[in-house]
């Protein structure tokens, strides 16, 4: 789905490529661009089923972001041609993750054992500040935290998520 720059995509550009760190543009040409996520996401989501169109749209936001940052204004592309492959790679990256036995294996915890185990292992958060923060005892923190990361197979890099 090419389609050439109208008027207002080219002014948001313009600014954007004037000052780059205006998160308000980022914002406005991800909203401007939010459609070419979906679309992928309902694309891959009808092929792979076992992941949802949320984790689809979260990875294809991400990539649309790095998409814009990336992408030069005197390209001989249009956005959407430098945009998609990105967009879809990150797409299929969430599906062969969710694939994985570590995939399947995050998919079976809880939500409050998935909340404990980023706490404490993507945001390096003490078992204490994780039991302040969700007002649950100390004990309770690290037997879920014990019980969720036991039931997980060991980590590899490739392993650690989809980002």
């Avoid at 092929?47 to 949320?54: F, I, L």
């Avoid at 649309?64 to 390209?75: E, G, M, Q, R, V």
């Avoid at 797409?91 to 909340?115: H, P």
């Avoid at 923060?133 to 650690?160: E, W």
């Amino acid at each position: 789905m090419l389609i050439t720059m109208n008027h207002e995509e080219k002014k948001l550009w313009n600014i954007y490529w004037e000052n780059r760190d205006q998160a308000k543009i980022i914002r406005l040409l991800m909203n401007h661009y939010i459609t070419l996520i979906k679309d992928a996401a309902d694309r891959i989501c009808s092929d792979h089923s076992v992941v949802g169109m949320d984790d689809l749209v979260s990875a294809g936001a991400f990539a649309l972001s790095d998409a814009i940052k990336s992408y030069l204004p005197n390209s001989q592309i249009e956005f959407q041609e430098h945009c998609m492959p990105l967009i879809e790679q990150a797409m299929l990256k969430e599906v062969s993750w969710a694939n994985s036995d570590m995939g399947q294996s995050w998919r079976k915890l809880t939500k409050q054992e998935k909340l404990i185990v980023i706490l404490r292992y993507y945001e390096d958060c003490s078992f204490s500040d994780i039991s302040s923060l969700l007002d649950m005892t100390m004990d309770t923190v690290k037997n879920t935290y014990h019980s969720a990361v036991s039931s997980l197979p060991p980590l590899t890099d490739s392993q650690v998520g989809p980002g």
